[in-house]
């Protein structure tokens, strides 16, 4: 029972300095009118708009889930 509560800590350790870090590695958001001197591209933004923060949080609840569902065959498998 310790050794899986050691694991668990750990995991949530990891989790959280991961999340830390990409909270403070945060970018200041571009200045409005677009990039200058690129050819008349003024107002436009680069990158095409793609939002990513959803598909991001959709592959960090399906870990999360993958690694209950992991502890809690190993805690089923060590009772028996």
Known sequence: MKKI????IKAFAIVLFVSTAYTVS??????PGGVSGD?????????GNAP??????IL???????????????R????E
Do not use: D
């Open 39 to 47: 050819g008349g591209t003024q107002g436009e933004k680069l990158g």
């Open 26 to 31: 945060a970018q200041p958001p571009p200045p």
């Open 5 to 8: 509560l050691k694991n668990i």
């Open 76 to 79: 089923n498998k060590l009772e």
């Open 52 to 57: 990513i923060g959803g598909g991001l949080f």
């Open 60 to 74: 960090l609840g399906l870990g999360a889930a993958y690694g209950g569902r992991k502890v809690y065959n190993l």
